[in-house]
């Protein structure tokens, strides 16, 4: 039972317009969520994080919007650089915070110059 | 810079061999580490949670005795894949988590690319 979804295993954008991520969570008690870039053969890299207290966090170019109603999160990327392709993960743990890391299985982003 | 490092980067290995792979907190200490598994075109999955002074918590599936996991100190969680075969090859993750004033963010090292002949 998958309990972070991300349902679009690729995503195509021209450079320059936004890119949206999107991802679900079936467990209310998640309550820290975490996006990471992770490029071939490489381990991920933190990008940015919320926590269940907010709905919104910028930084840069990436902001990260959470609906706790509808267990939604997504990562937007604007303006897309071809330097953002790669495989982008959700992630989310519990209350007690890292006794577990709950990935995605990711989508692949490819930025077209 | 990289905060959590491993060692070996990728490794070649024979068929019953065993293989131990190192991660490192660069400046921080970390009482507990995490290791993951990457299998093509499937997400990171928990192997185990590696506790400095402790046993080792292993996800549900995951063999003990096939893949040792030691917390030797504050700064290093080893992870060793014993008598090695070819479905162990992987690209094998750790990370640490690491508090930066109320904020604490999980970091990971670059991995290590296992290829078992």
């Known amino acids: 039972d998958q309990q972070v979804k991300q349902n679009s295993p690729s995503l195509s954008v021209q450079e320059g317009r936004i890119s949206i991520l999107n991802c679900d969570y079936t467990n209310s008690m998640f309550d820290y969520f975490l996006w990471y870039k992770k490029y071939p053969a490489e381990g991920p890299t933190f990008l940015i994080s919320?926590?269940?207290?907010?709905d919104k966090n910028e930084d840069g170019r990436f902001t990260v919007f959470l609906n706790k109603s509808a267990k939604h999160l997504s990562l937007h990327i604007v303006p897309s650089q071809p330097g953002d392709s790669a495989v982008y993960f959700c992630a989310a743990s519990a209350r007690t915070s890292y006794d577990k890391v709950i990935f995605g299985p990711g989508t692949s982003l490819s930025v077209i110059p | 810079g990289a905060v959590v490092s491993q060692h070996p980067s990728r490794v070649i290995c024979k068929s019953g061999t065993s293989v131990k792979i190192e991660c490192r907190s660069l400046?921080?200490?970390?009482?507990?580490m995490f290791w993951y598994r990457q299998f093509p075109k499937k997400s990171l999955m928990l192997m185990a949670t590696s506790n400095e002074g402790s046993k080792a918590t292993y996800e549900q599936g995951v063999e003990k005795d096939k893949f040792l996991i030691n917390h030797a100190s504050l700064t290093l969680s080893t992870l060793t894949v014993t008598s090695a075969h070819p479905e162990d090859s992987s690209f094998y993750i750790c990370?640490?988590?690491?508090?930066?004033?109320?904020?604490?963010?999980?970091?990971f090292g670059p991995g290590t690319r296992l290829l078992v002949l």
């Open positions: 400046d921080f200490q970390a009482t507990t």
């Open positions: 990370s640490a988590p690491r508090t930066s004033g109320r904020q604490e963010t999980q970091y």
């Open positions: 919320i926590s269940s207290i907010k």
